[in-house]
């Protein structure tokens, strides 16, 4: 009987032992810790002898504690593992994972297998492998290993020659992956970014050649360690430098990483808190210090402030101390101030005067950088970039230069641009596009003979130096308003004559110490110092005044006169199509001596457009009486379009384009040249120009604006011309472009009509509560392009109408037949009934 008990202790105790160590019960040298950013796991434990040195309230889980847990931390069930055993299948180095016992759900287990043959991670490990002959041969196998998916907690398979990692996220409490010397070259994102659990990787010592973003830094994965050092990287994405989560260490040491890239340009959120974390970047090929303002998309570099925490070892490099490292020396200096890291004792490897020098105790005024041929730097010129005072310095002097250059530099790190221009036999300034960037611009001892007024406000405050230019005679009134200190001109002679007095008044407002002023040429006076040149030196009569108030009139009128010519030339088209219309004084008036109503153009080869204006706009013309003429439709095959386009244009009362999108970009996709409707345009404006009986319509199909149109005859119509809307008049389009095109040729009216148009008693029209609206456009206007216009005093109602004539198409009304006929045909047009019949006829 006691054995018995002291036999079941035995079994109670080692239950409680392996449920202690599957739910974390025990934490030896340490307590049960949960970080915050993590999934709900109670098996981690926190090394309080590393963590707990102040034997601090451990209840109260600080930052500090928190993150000093991440580097520290350890499961419950450390070193108490069952290893699963590794069975080889083939002499390609392919294996599945076998287990000889009995599943126990109570264990923790880890796949172990060091410095073998394998190629590949084993087939049955989330049954990745795709080799159907498995399923036959080995389906015990890769049924059973299945239970144990959710219970394998490690993977150890350093020192083999696997080339790849394949979908580990079956495995979802894996805790540590070790595949360090191995062949692996390609490290893809959707590998390991479900593993929450994960918290140790080692992929070290593998030819790892490309690295996809956030491959370890997704929001389901919180890896406190990260070892990719050793191997060939060329790039690093900053992705995967940057967590959102703690974590203790990502080591990239001893690559050949280049540059930092943001591939999928990742943004640093000032709302966030990031990491912290150390990040090894030591022994890489970087050479200039990284831009973490631009790969961040910050405003500004205050904003890496949220990266305090972080350390960036970037020791051991080959670190280039010029431009691109002074925007961050004062940040570095700051933190120096209080918080110093040996991390931060990076060396200068070049340029050579800077040489071993530890890169935040050089001075920022020897950060510079120098632009090259290909950066722009004129040819035979010096520029040199330097950030601390925020300045680009070029010195173009003695090089015989007969003109300003084109084009200079642009930085990154500086807006201002000193340029120095002089000793070279430049005799004007260009308006060019640096101006604006100019802080100093020296042409001195130069062949300058004139300074303009523009110029000389476009260079307000810029600091001009012009000593020394012995053809330079006459300067700018707009001087008067510059700062005299930031004007040098020694050694200048100029004419001071009555429309220069104003220098006088200019000395005497505004004084400089040091000042360096030109000298005054005064007539019938001998030469004088610019500051004892007087308005008493000279005979300046009111006769001068006078003259100088003609000039300025003379000027004023120019002025005008060129606004005008200017506004003529601009809007010429417009004018003249106003001007046309001005004389077209019978457009109206009836003409049969023409063959064609109306000529219709727009770009044939869209569908939806063609059909809306054969259904729809010829049909309700035809049907009124309009002789259309299409050109796509009615040139004869076979014949030579454009002839017969010119020679029907001739014999056209009217024409209409139909303006779309389509349109105005059919000859630009015509790989052919001059396009159709480009060239029926211009049939149809010279038959306008030349003959005062003629006239031309836009229908604005697309509702294009005038500002979007090139073609200066087009856009000139849509402001001033005969322009119909498409989509605004309800049911009344084809209405409204009838009073726009005029009578068609055949309209015979009657005496008491005079030149009135045909009438429409629009009341016949059904009501459409869908007005304005395109895609219910064209059923409206089908319902009134079969109506027939017939003048009211032709319609003769003495005789009851025959099937098919024109009253009978008049009121047939959407397809429904009336009884009996309106009372006005019944009344007062029955006279008039025979008329009918005849023109039926």
Not at 559 to 576: D, M, N, R
Request: aromatic letters at 10%.
């Amino acid at each position: 009987m006691k054995a018995l008990l002291y036999l079941t202790w035995i079994w109670v105790q080692t239950q409680l032992l392996c449920f202690s160590l599957a739910t974390g019960a025990q934490c030896p040298n340490g307590i049960q810790w949960q970080p915050d950013n993590m999934p709900k796991r109670d098996d981690l434990c926190c090394n309080t002898w590393k963590c707990n040195k102040e034997n601090q309230d451990l209840t109260v889980k600080s930052e500090e504690f928190n993150n000093c847990c991440t580097c520290y931390s350890f499961t419950s069930w450390e070193d108490g593992e069952v290893n699963l055993g590794i069975e080889y299948i083939s002499v390609s180095g392919k294996s599945l994972v076998i287990d000889e016992n009995k599943f126990d759900e109570n264990s923790m287990y880890m796949i172990e297998h060091q410095y073998g043959e394998m190629t590949e991670i084993p087939s049955n490990f989330c049954d990745w492998d795709p080799d159907s002959r498995l399923q036959g041969i080995f389906s015990a196998y890769i049924l059973k290993i299945q239970y144990y998916w959710l219970r394998i907690v490690k993977l150890d398979l350093r020192g083999n020659k696997i080339r790849q990692i394949v979908d580990l996220n079956c495995i979802r409490h894996l805790d540590s992956i070790d595949l360090s010397y191995n062949r692996i070259s390609k490290l893809t994102n959707s590998s390991i970014n479900q593993l929450s659990f994960l918290r140790k990787i080692d992929l070290s010592h593998n030819e790892i050649q490309t690295m996809e973003p956030y491959f370890l830094s997704q929001s389901t994965q919180s890896i406190f360690f990260a070892d990719i050092s050793n191997n060939q990287l060329p790039v690093l994405d900053v992705s995967n430098m940057i967590s959102l989560v703690p974590f203790c260490s990502i080591d990239y040491t001893s690559n050949v990483i280049e540059h930092l890239v943001n591939e999928l340009d990742f943004t640093l959120d000032p709302e966030k808190h990031y990491g912290p974390g150390f990040v090894h970047l030591n022994e890489n090929a970087i050479q200039q210090f990284p831009d973490f303002a631009d790969l961040l998309n910050l405003e500004s570099l205050q904003q890496l402030g949220q990266l305090i925490s972080f350390g960036f070892d970037l020791r051991e490099i080959d670190l280039v101390c010029d431009c691109n490292f002074e925007p961050f020396l004062d940040l570095t200096i700051a933190i120096k101030k209080t918080l110093w890291r040996d991390y931060m004792n990076i060396t200068c490897k070049s340029p050579e005067n800077l040489k071993g020098k530890t890169a935040i105790d050089v001075h920022a005024s020897l950060l510079n950088c120098t632009f090259k041929r290909e950066d722009n730097c004129p040819r035979n010129c010096k520029c040199v970039d330097q950030p601390y005072t925020n300045t680009v310095y070029i010195d173009c002097s003695d090089l015989a230069l007969r003109e300003m250059p084109e084009n200079l530099p642009n930085s990154t790190f500086s807006a201002y641009i000193h340029l120095n221009l002089s000793n070279n036999y430049i005799t004007e300034l260009k308006d060019t596009n640096y101006l604006h960037k100019l802080t100093v611009l020296d042409l001195s001892a130069n062949h300058l003979k004139d300074f303009s007024n523009g110029m000389a406000n476009k260079l307000e405050n810029v600091t001009i130096i012009i000593s020394d230019n012995p053809y330079l005679l006459k300067i700018p009134q707009q001087f008067q308003h510059r700062n005299i200190c930031r004007t040098e001109m020694e050694n200048v002679y100029i004419n001071c004559g009555c429309e220069m007095v104003w220098i006088e008044e200019w000395l005497k407002a505004k004084s400089c110490v040091g000042e360096k002023l030109f000298n005054c040429h005064v007539p019938k006076h001998v030469q004088v110092f610019a500051r004892d040149f007087s308005a008493d030196l000279l005979d300046c009569g009111p006769n001068v005044f006078f003259f100088h108030m003609i000039l300025t009139f003379i000027a004023v009128i120019i002025g005008v006169l060129s606004l005008a010519a200017a506004l003529v030339y601009k809007f010429w088209y417009e004018i003249y199509i106003l001007w046309k219309r001005l004389k077209q004084k019978n457009i109206d008036k009836h003409h049969p001596e023409f063959n064609y109503d109306v000529a219709i153009t727009f770009n044939e080869e869209d569908d939806q457009l063609r059909k809306w204006v054969m259904n729809v706009l010829v049909s309700g013309l035809a049907k009124i009486g309009y002789k259309v003429f299409l050109p796509f439709r009615d040139v004869p095959f076979g014949n030579e379009r454009d002839g017969e386009i010119i020679k029907t244009f001739c014999e056209t009362r009217a024409f209409l384009l139909i303006l779309s999108e389509s349109y105005l970009h059919e000859s630009e996709d015509n790989d052919a040249g001059r396009s159709w409707t480009e060239n029926e345009w211009k049939y149809a404006w010279h038959q306008f120009k030349s003959d005062h009986r003629k006239n031309i319509v836009l229908l604005n199909y697309d509702y294009i604006s005038s500002l979007d149109v090139s073609h200066r005859q087009i856009a000139a119509f849509l402001r001033v011309g005969c322009v119909v809307q498409f989509g605004n008049h309800g049911n009344n389009l084809i209405s409204e472009v009838i009073s726009k095109i005029g009578p068609h040729c055949g309209y015979l009216p009657a005496k008491s009509l005079g030149n009135k148009k045909p009438v429409l008693d629009r009341a016949m029209l059904p009501p459409d509560p869908r007005k304005n609206q395109r895609n219910h456009l064209s059923s409206s206007i089908g319902s009134f392009s079969s109506l027939k216009l017939v003048p009211i005093e032709n319609v003769d109602s003495k005789k009851e109408p025959k099937n098919g004539n024109h009253l009978d198409l008049l009121f047939n009304v959407q397809g429904q037949e009336r009884n009996e006929k309106p009372k006005f045909v019944r009344e007062c047009c029955k006279h008039k009934l025979q008329q009918v019949n005849n023109l039926d006829k």
